[in-house]
């Protein structure tokens, strides 16, 4: 019984692509782990939103966060479409579905002409970016252009970029000896999300588009979360 039961595990056990054996749980709860905790970062402006819904107003709100969600989750949305990537899909379509929620509830509420400048600004740009790629992904045999490795490294570039925005704020934390500045739940969520994909990227799918930008991620995450600790 003892043999059979061995047997039967090691029959269970899948050599993925990264050449590491796991069991089919293991593949799993890798594959789920960044899945949830993308979706933690991706409903954390809620209470932003429900304010803006509450006062119909979006007073001292910046549209800049939800643009930069938006136009991260459309790439990797394109990205796991070409790779064929069911995590990087189901994770990015609700990236991109409560990103949009986000900056239609601030273009409906919104009366600032500021604010409206400053959307226009970075949301037209952004959009003929995002537009191209779309196209270029659509028609990437037509064209004999290998879109992957572009939208990897855009993928990649900003997702870097979204954690690493928190570290403007570092030189205030460090000046005034207090981390009010720096929102703890906003970054502990980047850090264990960033590490989340750094282990889903290195054992199951061994792409080094995803884990060296989440890598990179968790080491700035890392050192935010140890600013908590100093001050």
Known sequence: NANSSKLMAASALITMPSLYVLLPTDIVLLSMMPMMTSFLVQISPKQQVCEMLRKKSTTNVCPLPFLSLFNNSVVWLLYG?????????????????????????????????????????????S??????????????????????????????????????????TVKTVI????????????SAAL????????FYGLFVTNDHFVWMPAMLSFCIGIFQMSLFAIY
């Open 191 to 198: 850090t264990v999300n960033a590490a989340t994909w750094t």
């Open 175 to 186: 000046r005034s000896k207090s981390t009010l500045a720096l929102p703890f739940n906003l």
């Open 81 to 125: 479409a070409v790779s064929e990537t069911p995590t990087l899909i189901a994770t990015n379509l609700t990236g991109v579905l409560s990103a949009a929620v986000c900056l239609g509830v601030f273009v409906k509420h919104n009366s600032d002409v500021d604010q409206r400048n400053v959307l226009k600004k970075y949301g037209l740009p």
């Open 127 to 168: 959009s003929a970016v995002l537009t191209a790629l779309t196209i270029c992904t659509l028609h990437q045999d037509a064209l004999h252009f290998n879109v992957i490795n572009l939208l990897g490294t855009i993928g990649g570039g900003s997702a870097v970029l979204s954690v690493a925005s928190l570290l403007s």
